[in-house]
């Protein structure tokens, strides 16, 4: 499962940050990024990417089409050019349950300590 974002407000990420936040390598940070229009990073004047919020987010449809449902990249990107409106729902729905459920496992724990 990704991790989130970092709350702040920042522009740009290096690939470092987002293979992090996805808990993958960079090489598969470069490889989808080849591999999927949707992302395009810019590029400073050494040659690094700086991927852009819309990045990020793109890459949170990317992982959840290929790790979480099990697409293949063929059936990920056809997906993505089909109807990325009903992927980005999928994926905010999934980001919502997730906060759900880490609220009522706090919830619990807080609750079995108070016991």
Known sequence: MPKKAPETARLYYSIGEV???FNVNTSLIRFWEKEFDVIRPKKNKK????????DVENFHIIYHLVKERGY????AKEKVKRNPEEV???V???RTLDQLRDFLL???ENLQKQT
């Open 19 to 21: 293979a992090n936040m």
């Open 47 to 54: 040659g690094n990417r700086l991927f852009t919020r819309k």
């Open 72 to 75: 293949t990249l063929k059936g």
């Open 88 to 90: 980005q729902q999928d």
């Open 92 to 94: 905010e729905i999934i």
């Open 106 to 108: 706090a919830l619990r």
